[in-house]
């Protein structure tokens, strides 16, 4: 199946000059929806993950389903101010200005398997910060997944090594 087929081009979204690739209409596709999970959990079918960390918001479509397949658990990455219980957090520089994400204490214990997963990687702030929370409460950090990848702002980078799977990626 020709994913990148079911993904919209939006230009000058958010802003003039960026093109802007809209997962909703791959979304709304249930046999697209499920080749993504597919092909998300392949790689990782005899590998024991114990735990798949997402990203709010949009980390959460694919990695909840993604927990399900690999019959592992399920840990929110959140803004600040979303999750209830005791938590650390990471700051990360934005373009702008900086940002904060949070996680549970009690997410993951040290030695668990984690595979972290997103919708997209592109300069890679938000993720190389999940890998520091993963790290900080000792998990060992066995991939990370994005359906999505945007070669040209070298996110992988930033991520000390850490693998990087893509299922589709752009210039």
Do not use: W
């Not at 190389?128 to 900080?136: C, D, G, I, P, Q």
């Amino acid at each position: 199946m020709d994913l990148k087929a079911t993904i919209r081009e939006v230009p000058d979204f958010p802003k003039k000059g960026i093109l802007f690739y809209d997962i909703t209409t791959l979304l709304k596709d249930p046999l697209a929806f499920r080749e993504v999970i597919d092909r998300l959990a392949a790689p990782f079918v005899d590998m024991q993950i114990e735990k798949i960390v997402s990203i709010e918001a949009r980390g959460f479509i694919f990695g909840a389903p993604l927990s399900e397949r690999l019959k592992s658990g399920f840990i929110p990455v959140r803004k600040p101010g979303k999750l209830p219980a005791d938590k650390i957090d990471e700051t990360y520089e934005l373009e702008y200005g900086s940002d904060r994400l949070c996680i549970h204490e009690d997410a993951i214990s040290s030695g668990d398997r984690v595979l972290i997963v997103d919708d997209l990687l592109a300069t890679g702030g938000t993720v190389a910060a999940t890998v520091n929370l993963v790290k900080r409460l000792g998990g060992e950090i066995v991939g990370t997944a994005f359906v999505i990848e945007l070669l040209g702002l070298k996110g992988r980078d930033r991520l000390d090594g850490v693998p990087v799977t893509s299922l589709l990626q752009y210039d």
